[in-house]
C-alpha cells in the first residue's frame, strides 16, 4: 500500500512558464509586512496568491487569450527584511531591469508599503507615468509611528515621484482629519467609495481619467479597497467598499496604457482562501486585458 503525502505547494504563479529573457510579464513577491498597524500576515499574501492561481483555466472565456500561450516569469519572492527602508531598496533594484526591459511588473505583497517602490522604479524619461490607487484609506500621511515608509504613507511617497497631478486614489472611506486637511494644501484628487456606490464605477473611473493625462498607468491595489464581504483576509479591513467587479472594470479600461500593477494587503489566515483567490483572479486580469488591447491594434 502507498502513501499518498501532502500535495506540493505551487512557488511559481500558474503558467508562469517563460524564461525571464522572453517574458513579457514578470511576477515579483514581497513577503513584508513590518509596517502593519492592526492585523499582520501580509507577509503571506505572495505565496497564498500563487498557490490559488493554479484553480484557474488558462484559457480567459472573455478575451480568448490563453495564460499558458503568453510568456510569464515568476521571479519568485525577495528576501525577508527587518525594515522597510531595507525593502525599498531591493524592491527599486529589482523592478528597475524589469521596466527597463520593457516588461510588465506583476507586483504581489506584502503590505501596501511595497509599493512605492515599484513606482519609484520606473524610470526618468520613460513615457509619462499616472496612478490609480485603489485603497479603502488615503494613506496620505508624511509619517506614521515614526515611519515615513508605513503603509499609512505610500500613496504620498508615490506622489513625490508623479506628483500631485498624476495620482487619484479610488474607493477611500477611511480618512484622518489630519490627512484632509493636509491634502488641502498638496491636492492629491480622491473619489471616495461613497461617490461611486451612488454614481457608479465607469462614472468615477471616466473622472480620474480624464484627470490622469499621462502615457502609462499604474494601478496599485490595496485589497481593502474592495468590500470585507468580498475580501475579508486584509489587515485593515473597511466596509461599505468596492467590489470585486468594480476593481476587474478598472483593470480592463486601463489595460492598453498599463505599465504595471501591484496587489497589496492579502493577509490570508483571515479567512478560507476567496481573498487570496480574488487576488489571483484580479492578477490574471490585468495579463489577459493587456494582452488582449495589444491584439486588437
Known sequence: ?????????????????????????VLLGVPFDRTTSFRPG???GPDAIRQHSWN?????LETGVDLSEVPIHDLGNTEEFGNAEEM???????????????????????????APPSVEAYPDGAPSL???YLDAHLDFRSSYLGDPRSHACSSRRMLEKVGPRNIVVLGVR???????????????????????????????LHQALNMLKTERLYISL???AIDPAYAAGTGTPEPFGLTPRDVKFVIDQAAPRLAGIDIMEVSPHYDQGATSLLAARLAREAVVRIVASRRSR
Open 88 to 114: 525599498v531598496r531591493s524592491v527599486r533594484e529589482e523592478l528597475r531591469p524589469i521596466y527597463r526591459d520593457g516588461k510588465v511588473p506583476i507586483v504581489l505583497g506584502g503590505d501596501h508599503a511595497c
Open 1 to 25: 500500500m502507498s502513501v499518498v503525502g501532502p500535495v506540493p505547494r505551487p512557488t511559481t504563479f500558474a503558467d508562469a512558464n517563460a524564461s525571464y529573457g522572453d517574458a513579457e510579464f
Open 130 to 132: 499616472g496612478v490609480l
Open 174 to 204: 477611511s480618512v484622518s482629519r489630519e490627512e484632509i486637511d493636509d491634502n488641502k494644501t498638496v491636492g492629491m484628487s480622491y473619489v471616495s467609495a461613497h461617490e461611486i456606490a451612488k454614481d457608479g464605477i465607469q462614472a468615477a
Open 56 to 60: 484557474f483555466e488558462s484559457h480567459d
Open 42 to 44: 501580509a507577509r503571506f
Open 222 to 224: 490595496d485589497i481593502d
